[in-house]
């Protein structure tokens, strides 16, 4: 596996042009010591990816929370996992693969599988927190995931890298 993730590390970390405002979307971090807005971009962020499907707020907020914010390796990797699936739905796969290889332990697998379990079981007449307490019960692998991951994310593996890419770490979704 270790293999395989180099080259995919490679070629996402290359600078592309992409013709979306959204992915080139920079954070103003207008009060980074405020925890009620810290937690105001976090649900903003979740809830406009689950409930709303509005996927440009959902990255806008999602990259406040990463930019402005301190956040445990566990929160980056959350915050990456759903921001790289709000990516997905408007057509950046490839700023989705980036959010997913710089987040450690990234599980869109699951948080797409649990999208889809909670919309079923609101259809169905659950409330939300029904829904989204039932919605939770299920487990991916990590060989699941990278699956996943390679699914989407094989168009950029066959690139070959014209330069050496930066390895800094930075939440920006793309150069």
């Not at 806008?60 to 990463?66: A, C, D, G, P, V």
């Not at 829904?131 to 094989?154: D, G, L, V």
């Amino acid at each position: 596996m270790k293999r395989l993730l180099l080259p995919l590390l490679t070629a996402l970390a290359l600078p592309t042009a992409i013709n979306a405002n959204i992915v080139n979307y920079k954070a103003e971090c207008n009060n980074p010591s405020s925890l009620a807005l810290k937690t105001l971009y976090g649900r903003r962020g979740f809830f406009s990816w689950l409930t709303d499907e509005d996927y440009r707020e959902s990255i806008k907020s999602y990259t406040e929370h990463l930019v402005c914010y301190k956040n445990s390796e566990d929160d980056i990797a959350f915050i990456l996992s759903i921001r790289g699936l709000a990516f997905a739905a408007i057509g950046q796969d490839r700023a989705a693969c980036v959010d997913w290889v710089k987040g450690k332990n990234t599980t869109p697998l699951y948080w797409s599988t649990f999208k889809k379990k909670y919309k079923v079981l609101i259809k169905r007449g659950y409330d939300h927190e029904s829904a989204f307490n039932k919605a939770q019960n299920h487990t991916t692998t990590k060989e699941e995931e990278y699956a996943y991951k390679k699914k989407i994310c094989s168009p950029y593996l066959s690139q070959k890298p014209s330069i050496k890419p930066s390895m800094r770490r930075e939440f920006y979704p793309l150069p």
